[in-house]
């Protein structure tokens, strides 16, 4: 798991690394470009019920910390559909990444 430390707050936003990766890729560019957006996620199980929502700003410091030592291979649909939400109106909703099938070799012998 990787968290999150943005702003002055010392409890951190734990979420999982691969998840994590493709977020600071997003939210690295927006706020490159100066653009100020929301972050919003559903509270996992674990946690007491409802949601989060944060207001991404690129004065407010932020870091991100993970697990593992390697990048995991990123999904350009995701980072695509990640970033796409980051620009509307209702900012990024964290959502699950939909894992592409893996289509099986065929084999053939002559």
Do not use: C
């Not at 979420?15 to 929301?38: G, P, Q, W």
């Not at 932020?62 to 990048?71: G, H, I, K, S």
């Amino acid at each position: 798991m990787g968290f999150i430390f943005y702003g002055t707050s010392a409890e951190p936003i734990e979420i999982d690394d691969r998840t994590l990766a493709h977020l600071k890729v997003v939210i690295a560019t927006k706020l490159r470009r100066n653009e100020s957006f929301t972050l919003s996620w559903r509270h996992p199980d674990s946690a007491a019920p409802g949601r989060s929502t944060l207001w991404l700003h690129p004065s407010i410091p932020l870091r991100f910390t993970f697990d593992e030592p390697q990048t995991p291979a990123l999904s350009q649909q995701w980072l695509q559909e990640l970033s796409m939400s980051a620009s509307s109106s209702g900012g990024i909703l964290l959502t699950e990444e939909h894992m592409e099938p893996v289509e099986d070799e065929v084999l053939s012998t002559t």
